[in-house]
């Protein structure tokens, strides 16, 4: 069984900045894809991007694009989340997952779920 922990969630205006932080207890096949995703209160959780960690390529929702970007430490398994230019909509629960290839812009199947760290964004 493989621990994940997000860390760095708090409060901040909108146009901030918050970076995100998760932790896998390991790394080998069964995290080879990791990502993010996020669940605002009452709608279903989205994903928001997620890493080839074997080639590198990063994929993004589309409501986000641009303005968040996900990054790994040469230590594979800590993965980041730098979120720029928050808007309130952007307000959520943010978990970070990891799973198994295939791991492309259109399969991210998480094995694993980290619990969850709050973002609020206010306006």
């Known amino acids: 069984q493989v621990k994940i922990v997000e860390s760095g969630g708090g409060s901040v205006q909108a146009g901030g900045s918050l970076r995100l932080s998760c932790a896998a207890s390991?790394?080998?096949?069964?995290?080879?894809?990791m990502g993010w995703f996020r669940q605002a209160p009452g709608k279903e959780r989205e994903r928001v991007g997620h890493i080839n960690t074997g080639a590198g390529t990063t994929y993004y929702a589309d409501s986000v694009k641009g303005r968040f970007t996900i990054s790994q430490a040469n230590a594979k398994n800590t993965l980041y989340l730098q979120m720029n230019s928050l808007k309130p909509e952007d307000t959520a629960i943010y978990y970070c997952?990891?799973?198994?290839?295939?791991?492309?812009?259109?399969?991210?199947?998480?094995?694993?779920w980290g619990r969850g760290t709050q973002v609020t964004v206010s306006s």
């Open positions: 390991r790394y080998d096949y069964t995290t080879y894809c």
């Open positions: 997952a990891a799973g198994p290839p295939p791991c492309t812009s259109s399969r991210f199947d998480p094995k694993y």
